[in-house]
């Protein structure tokens, strides 16, 4: 079974990363992939974060700190926890004739983490901007898609990071929802022993 899966995880691979090859893919999705390493972006995500928990209201609040926390979260547990336990290789060094198209990286390759952290962060941002949230769900994707695109991820990997970071966003929503539930008994109650 396990074998079966290879196989058709590489053909999808081959598929993504050589058969879907273009130039407009070709400069597009390493720019895309590698948003997360540009100064400029580093500092507007941060901007953006720092105004959403200074002069949003309650909900844009609560969305940039839980994303914070999320983050920390899934992005640790992806890459000091489960890549290290499966030890995962990368498909631009199991694989020749890679269509590589940005460096190879010396992490492990299941599962991605920008599928992790992206998924999780979409959930996350989703509950809480519910307008927007085809455009963080879009988002996500095509960073998942250009991983393979760019020859350093094969399409399970960004899949199982996807369900990964989905169920990590959603662990912390569950957490933070029993909370303020158990916050608002409490209260509920002491108004309650304070008008007897």
């Known amino acids: 079974m396990l074998d079966y899966l290879n196989v058709v995880d590489t053909a999808i691979f081959r598929f993504m990363n050589a058969s879907l090859s273009n130039p407009v893919f070709d400069k597009l999705m390493p720019f895309l992939t ?6 400029l ?3 507007i995500t941060a901007t953006l974060l720092l105004w959403m928990i200074i002069r949003g209201n309650k909900s ?14 899934s992005d640790q547990l992806n890459s000091s926890v489960i890549k290290f336990w499966l030890l ?21 390759s299941f599962p991605s983490s920008h599928a ?5 962060g979409a959930i996350i941002l989703s509950f809480f901007l519910p307008r927007a949230k085809w455009w963080f769900f879009g988002y996500a994707a095509i960073i998942a898609f250009s991983r393979v695109y760019v020859g350093v991820h094969y399409p399970f990997d960004v899949i199982g990071g996807g369900v990964i970071g989905l169920l990590c966003g959603g662990f912390v929503l569950l957490v933070f929802l029993g909370l303020e539930n158990l916050w608002y008994r409490t209260m509920h109650r002491k108004l309650q022993k304070g008008n007897s």
């Open 41 to 43: 972006v580093l500092v």
């Open 60 to 73: 844009v609040r609560l969305a940039a700190i839980l994303l914070i926390v999320t983050i920390i979260i």
């Open 88 to 108: 995962s290789q990368r498909p631009c060094r199991t694989l020749q004739h890679v269509h590589l198209l940005v460096p190879c990286g010396s992490g492990y």
């Open 34 to 39: 590698d948003l997360n390493k540009q100064r």
């Open 116 to 120: 992790v952290n992206n998924f999780a």
